[in-house]
């Protein structure tokens, strides 16, 4: 493709690929002027229904212009070829961001409000993203934040879907759960309503916004599953596990906007995007003056036992075998108080404290030791708990190894948060460069040092 003339857009480099296609740094060759094309996969487009509805939506989607809005320039054909000419954004996409840990509380506040206000301008002109996603929102190289894609995820709807937007309430039956080309990635941020292929309005944006929230603060998903059936599953009956539990510093404020964005009844989340963003504005102004809330002592009380009923069995069963050979030592010691005896527990505490508090050391370095086994595996880092595994390629048995090795080592943790892992295939050199000069190094291969 590189070097190749589309009408009078000549590709350049490419930028990235999706499940729809792949992207290109593109030259405009009648306005001058760079551009991103996004060039469409042709089994998307072949049914001439689908395409047409597709560049209906599209054109909508390019009437609506705000700054939180990656503009579409343009949408054509040459040929077999569809493509939509775009605003070119240089940047790093919120997955990006998410995967490199690069924000804070502040930071994921201000992408969330600029995210909602540009929602709130294209659901006035009654257009409703569907795929809002940490790849489908970029922040610029000076701060601002787009929203990429806008209509495009119509494509992947059945051309029997019928398009019903109305102007007052669109509403628009996806009936697209079962379309191939949905990745999984995409189905993790649906709302409930859309995974169900019911008619959806708005507030499925605000859902899926919620989810990108929940995904900045804990860089975990809130509804997760072994395939796309289980998230599926997932979003339509499971609670998320609470923010507080996996980040304990996230005001109670965000949690609680979190929590509204991600109601299973859309009634029951913001009434507008509007709305949302004026929720998020305020807690912004706070978060920067420092003004932090009061969490109040009952409030502390439930999150705590929220978060002892969500340890998993094998765990509670050690803490209660901890405890109770505890009160018995102290039992004993209090009724035999003899200085041999109190010093033999002494030094026996001494022991057992330091085998519980090295413990989550003990499972980080059991995971590199069976990771770094794996020939593919060219080095893992590790910074808070989060491990991250850089790999030549990584296919399915290779996800599911890592992950498998992960929860067996999060299983023998005591206490303290669970590990994450994020896989990382085809790094650059300097990614890796990078990596290897910055802290929290754990294992590389020896042939990544040659090269570096
Ligand atoms: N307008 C743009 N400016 C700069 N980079 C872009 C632009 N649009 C897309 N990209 C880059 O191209 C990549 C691929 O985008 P694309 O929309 O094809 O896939 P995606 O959003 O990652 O996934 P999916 O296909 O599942 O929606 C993005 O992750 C982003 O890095
Ligand atoms: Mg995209």
Known sequence: MIGHTLKHYRIDAPLGKGGMGEVFRAHDTKLNRSVALKVLSPELTRDVGRRQRFLREAQA?????????????????????????????????????ILERDLDCLAAVDIAIQVAEGLAKAHAAGIIHRDIKPSNIVRSNDGHVKILDFGVVKLLQPAVCADSATPEMPAIDTGCTTEPGLALGTVS?????????????????????????????????????GNPMSIMHAILFD??????????????????????????????????????????????????SGKVEH???????????????????????????????LVAAIVFMVRSAQPG??????????????????????????????????????????????????????????????????????????????????IRTDSPKDELD????????????????EKS
């Open 295 to 325: 969490v109040p002592l009952v409030q502390q009380v439930r999150v705590a036992l929220r978060e002892i009923r969500d340890v998993p069995p094998s765990r509670m069963a050690w803490y209660s075998i901890s405890l109770a050979s």
């Open 239 to 288: 609670q998320p596990v609470p923010m507080r539990s996996i980040r304990p510093n996230v005001p109670p404020e965000l949690e609680r906007i979190v929590d509204r964005c991600l109601e299973k009844r859309a009634d029951d989340r913001y009434p507008s995007a509007h709305s949302l963003a004026t929720e998020l504005r305020v807690l912004r102004r706070n978060l920067e």
């Open 189 to 225: 941020h649906m709302s409930p309503e859309q995974s169900k292929g019911e008619s959806l309005d708005f507030r499925s944006d605000l859902f899926s916004l919620g989810v990108v929230i929940y995904e900045m603060i804990t860089w975990k998903l809130p509804f997760q599953g």
């Open 61 to 97: 989607a390019a009437r609506v212009n705000h700054p939180a809005i990656g503009q579409v320039y343009d949408v054509d054909e040459e040929g077999e070829v569809t493509f939509i000419a775009m605003e070119l954004i240089e940047g790093r996409t919120v997955r990006q961001l």
């Open 434 to 449: 990078r990596a290897l000069n910055d802290t929290g190094v754990h294992y590389v291969r020896p042939d990544v040092i």
């Open 341 to 422: 005896s109190l010093l033999a527990a002494g030094v026996v505490g001494l022991f057992v404290y330091r085998y519980v508090r090295n413990r989550p050391l003990q499972m980080l370095r059991l995971f590199v030791r069976r990771i770094g086994r794996i020939p593919e595996v060219r080095m893992i880092t590790c910074k808070d708990d989060q491990l991250t595994v850089y790999v030549d390629r990584a296919g399915a048995g290779l996800y599911s190894r890592i992950n498998e090795t992960l929860t067996a080592c999060n299983r023998r943790l005591f206490f303290g948060n669970a590990m994450t892992v994020a």
